[in-house]
């Protein structure tokens, strides 16, 4: 699996950014998340999502509910985070990551490289 990020860049807060991870290999891989690492925290879950049988079950992290929205492209070859109403703490490297079937947890299997969002006040 291969997974590619792009899209950060900085911002002021208010505004908005779409990240996309364009992933290759994905057979049998039905989850596939998008996380963060602000400076000096550790890595956290922003936005999950299983794709299996057809589905798109979500999930958010509190403090990004109403603001982000992950996506999926029909093909299963893009995966997105469209980012809104941005803040200065949400500053950080956002990772693409997927797995074969651990959807709600940490310990994905791959990860892609990683792009730096950053946020102005």
């Known amino acids: 699996v291969q997974l590619v990020e792009s899209g950060g860049g900085s911002v002021q807060a208010g505004g908005s950014l779409r990240l996309s991870c364009v992933a290759s290999?994905?057979?049998?891989?039905?989850?596939m998340g998008w996380f963060r690492q602000a400076p000096g925290k550790e890595r956290e879950r922003v936005a999950t999502?299983?794709?299996?049988?057809?589905?798109?079950?979500?999930r958010y992290a509190d403090s990004v509910k109403d603001r982000f929205t992950i996506s999926l492209t029909n093909d299963r070859t893009t995966l997105y985070l469209q980012m809104d109403s941005l803040r200065p703490d949400d500053t950080g490297i956002y990772y693409c990551?997927?797995?074969?079937?651990?959807?709600?947890?940490?310990?994905?299997?791959?990860w892609g490289q990683g792009t730096q969002v950053f946020v102005s006040s």
């Open positions: 990551a997927a797995d074969a079937q651990r959807c709600w947890g940490d310990n994905y299997n791959y």
């Open positions: 290999n994905t057979y049998q891989i039905y989850c």
């Open positions: 999502m299983y794709t299996g049988n057809g589905l798109r079950q979500t």
